[in-house]
């Protein structure tokens, strides 16, 4: 009965179904945002207002002819995209949404699941790298390189401004946190410089305008994913997807309370944050112009970090305050 | 370690085919050069096998954004070798269609800029804005893109007060939306921040590499053939030529930007100020022997065309000289020392219309490299070398 509770939380939900269909709808979400914004219509075909559009796509990716380069590392060129799927969708896993009350802890909340998260979102990025550079071609090579310099620049604002709020609630768990500060909610607004900052961050790392850099289509064609096609591209579409829930979830877990223990209240309260997350990446994206990757690093050290080191100390003066 | 990456003939970035070869070490670029030829289409060699007036719609073909410019570079010069008089009211509507022209193709590059610099919002509203110039021309011309409204001796549609109101009124919406631009495209900090600085071109140098249009006056020389040759009515309408002088894309944009207020004006004082009286006069068939040069202000740029005749109905020789043509030696200088990122930002500022430029072919041996001239009966010869070559190997016979 046990393995088969298990299977059915891996498979089904919150595992890879429930995440399949859910990335597909936020993709739909940020699409339709996006195309709102630019005064457009956005999917309106496919299904009802284009819901399906997403769907649509994925299986007619999955369709289309898939070529591997022949100068490329075969082994590899074709196993990163089952490989990043599979480490996003574990990342997944550790998020608290289901199941969780702080007594009987299930085995994928343990102290420290914080640090694993951040290492399986960091990890995607690599997997942009590897992928871009084992398909040899110049523009995928330029995308490879783009990628690793953004990466210098984003992700220790992006460490810091996530571990305030851990400091404030004392506590490396993301389900202590997030009980932390669905007790005490005035001490969120505490870390709203943190959350504006781990947003531009996550805008970094799921390279989406203005930090669009590896694949900007104007400049090196399809960036990292030039030589990607068919079934490849379109797993590493889905990744994109679920990386972007999994990265919403992460902020509405440690800056926006969480999510209740019970499963239902749970699950509409974890669509309604990260829509709520996701809906200013998609403004973001609307309003800006995409920046040259010396401009990201630039931006990220001389603006970012002090911010998010400024952030640490009112976090630890605060904490001081309340104890 | 330096490669070299090829940008075209096929790119995301490039609406029209040219080869772009760029050096770079790193993300810096330290030599380019450019290959054009993808595009040529034989026009001059037509004109010559059409007559004066069905010239008007094959000039009117050249270019999809500017096709009022060379047909009015064109009807200007078979004017003056016909010695005819345009009637004023003929000049001020061929005016009038000029300057929204300039409007609609300067929205499209403002779009366009966004769009290269990653900023498609900025592209999706400015294109949705052109629309109203696009309808103001379809009311005027009844059509979009070749408005067809040029002939020999003026124009072919006239203008009557319901359509000068229409267009009033949908210029006021213009103003205001090319003002909220204006603020956008020069205050929001990450499009500023791609296009500061970017594609540096000192005042000697565009002098030097005869820049034409936008590209020049950006970097601080105030050349402008409707100021310093008034064509049409140009000498009447009151306009100031627009510079800055940071040398920059930015530059480039702040100027097409404060072009399009200059304009605004001119077709509130053209539609204010229209003359009575007839629109053309009737043009004679032939053209005594005589050869011109007519100059015009495209949007893009200086817009010559050379055109010879020799007393037939036909001209001897047509010659086309595109602004894009006059701006490609100052790109390579522009490209060079900037970032890959910058690419398409900098050839995108020139306004780069290729088909209107290629005028030549060059043959390269693909294996060695090496360019040579071939004339055309060598040509042939291959062809025939090689297609008797076929037929031999097929062993096909034709039933009939």
Known sequence: MATLKTLVYLIVYPGLLFLFIYSTFIEWYDRKLYARFQNRMGPTHTGKAGLLQPIADFFKLM??????????????????????????????????????????????????????????LSLPTFIFFLAGWSSTNLFSTVGAARVLTMLFGYEVPLFLSVLSPAILAGSWRLAEIAAFYRARPLLILVNLLAFLI?????????????????????????????????????????????????????LATVFL?????????GLVSFILKTMFVIFFLSLIRATTSRIRVDQVVAFSWKYL??????????????KGFIS | ?????????????????????????????????????????????????????QNIYLTERICGICSHSHTTCYVQGVEKLMELQVPKRGLYIRTLVSELERVHSHLLWLG???????????????????????????????????????????????????????ILDSLDILRKRSEYYQNLGTTEPSFVARLAGVGYLSKEDAIALCAVGPTLRASGVPRDVRKDDPYAVYDELPFEVCTADTCDVLGRTVVRIKELFQSYNMIEYILKNLPEGPIAVRAPRRAKPNEVVSRYEAPRGENIHYIKSNGTEKPERLKVRAPTLGNYAATIKMLKNGFIADVPLIFAAIDP??????????????????????????????????????ARKREVEWPL
């Open chain 1, 63 to 120: 369709a289309k002819e898939d070529i591997t380069p022949e100068r490329a590392d075969q082994g590899l060129f074709s196993a990163l995209p089952a490989f990043g799927l599979a480490i996003v969708s574990t990342a997944m896993l550790l998020l608290p949404v289901w199941n969780y009350s702080l007594d009987k802890p299930s085995f994928t909340s343990f102290n420290g699941d914080l640090i694993v998260l951040l290492y399986l």
């Open chain 1, 198 to 250: 781990a947003l531009i961050c996550v805008q970094a790392k799921l390279e989406r305008t203005p930090f669009d850099i590896p694949h900007a289509e104007t400049e090196i064609v399809g960036g990292t994913f030039t030589e990607y096609s068919g079934k490849k591209l379109a797993l590493f579409r889905l990744m994109l997807d679920v990386e972007m829930v999994v990265a919403a979830g992460l």
């Open chain 1, 257 to 265: 309370g969480g999510f209740p223990t019970n499963p239902w209240l």
């Open chain 1, 305 to 318: 970090a002090p911010l998010a080191v400024l952030q640490l100390l009112i976090v630890i003066l605060v």
């Open chain 2, 1 to 53: 370690m330096k490669f070299q990456i090829p940008i075209g003939p096929q790119h995301p970035a490039l609406k029209e085919p040219i080869g772009l070869r760029v050096v770079v070490e790193g993300e810096i670029i330290r030599d380019a050069d450019l290959r054009l030829g993808y595009n040529h289409r034989g026009l001059e060699k037509l004109a010559e096998q059409k007559t004066w007036i």
């Open chain 2, 112 to 166: 366009v800029a966004g769009h290269e610099a990653g900023f498609d919002s900025f592209f999706m509203y400015t294109w949705r804005d052109r629309e109203i110039v696009m309808d103001i021309l379809e009311i005027i011309s009844g059509n979009r893109v070749h408005y067809g409204i040029n002939t020999i001796g003026g124009v072919r549609r006239d203008l009557d007060e319901l359509q000068v109101k229409k």
């Open chain 2, 353 to 390: 219309c290729i088909c209107c430029a290629e005028r030549a072919v060059a043959l390269v041996d693909a294996r060695t490299g090496q360019e040579k001239v071939v004339p055309m009966l060598a040509l042939k010869q291959l062809s025939q070398k090689i297609s008797g070559l076929n």
